[in-house]
């Protein structure tokens, strides 16, 4: 069994407060040093995909729901192809940011960044850091 992990953060000032310029990180091919720095996750935002031994999807889960029918909920392609990243990138999860009005996804390890940017189904690699 595998499980890839999903967080969902916000790009937020020195101060601590929000900012709802998020996307700036990208434009700005902002590293790992700075999504570190800038980026805050909450607990509350984290998602799980748990994939068995023949890469089957079987379940999605968040701090309260458990889904064991994930193709049937509409993130369900993103879900795969960001599980195949995960495998093949050996990334340590996801970050997405929920104050960013375009839809980036961070690959994340320790000490790289690679960013995606997707549409539907459709997921390109924008940058590595």
Not at 66 to 73: R, W
Request: overall charge neutral; some cysteine.
């Amino acid at each position: 069994m595998q499980m890839v992990i999903k967080a969902t953060g916000r790009y937020q000032d020195y101060d601590g407060k929000a900012n709802d310029k998020g996307c700036e990180i990208f434009q700005n091919r902002g590293g790992y040093e700075v999504v570190s720095e800038k980026v805050a996750i909450g607990n509350n935002w984290i998602t799980a995909m748990l994939i068995d031994n023949e890469n089957n999807y079987l379940l999605k889960s968040s701090t309260h729901t458990i889904n064991s029918n994930p193709e049937q909920l509409n993130a369900y392609r993103t879900e795969l192809a960001l599980i195949d990243l995960a495998r093949k990138n050996k990334y340590i999860t996801f970050i997405e940011l929920m104050n960013c009005d375009m839809k980036f996804v961070i690959g994340y390890k320790k000490g790289v960044i690679d960013v995606y940017q997707y549409d539907g189904n459709e997921i390109t690699l924008v940058y590595s850091k």
